[in-house]
């Protein structure tokens, strides 16, 4: 009887923590694609809203301007590692043990993580692709952050793309070289911000011009996740883009 009793009042001590939880989570807000969307960041980051020198835009390639040769990008991402695939409520991330490198101006940038948006964020002359992988890198001494976009047209099956969608919540074997398009060596560069909260400026980005492939199946299957997690291109302002 006695032992009864303690169960029961566990339980109930239990379910109360647990309603107290759901209750505190329902009144946190949290930034997303919907009621909490690109409009309300600003609530979220006073960045979101002030900031001018945000991310994404629309890239002009006609009124873009030749690189400067410091901003050159040297891609060292041939590293086969092990990763673990997450979907984190944004989208779906990978995070490798150990990432490859990307040198520019002379500084070593370290790849973190890789995501996937379900439309490109980037438009080009307006265009917007079908999916973007996006690599963020980060100089371990400065903290600034250098972000490839890998754009994903209609196409072919893309055999990373298939390991990354069957390895949900699992450890998965990986080269995030294998990503990366033939031609890395022509690209759109310009400083923006992180796409979402707190779209802290200062980031150097890096918008591959050739685009991968992915078959049908493959962008049905991940919007099944994500498909509307593109933020609205932003204004541009007195930014330079280069192209090489
Ligand atoms: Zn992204």
Redesign the pocket.
Known sequence: MHKLLIAATAASLLTSALFAEAHHEEHKKHWDYSQNGPTHWGEFSKTCAKGHAQSPINIVPGKSVQLNPQYTLNLKEDVHTTAKVIDNGH?IKVTPKEGGTVQLHGETFKLLQF???GKS?HTVDGKRYDM?A?L?HQNPKTKQLA?I?VFFEEGKNNPVLDNVLSGMDKEIRIDPADLLPKDTSHYFHYVGS???PPCSENVQWYLLKEPVQASKEQIEAFRKYYVD?ERPVQELNDRAIEAK
Do not use: P
Request: aromatic residues 8%; charged residues 5%.
């Open positions: 989208s995501h996937f948006h964020e973007v996006h963020v972000v976009a992180l796409t979402t997690n």
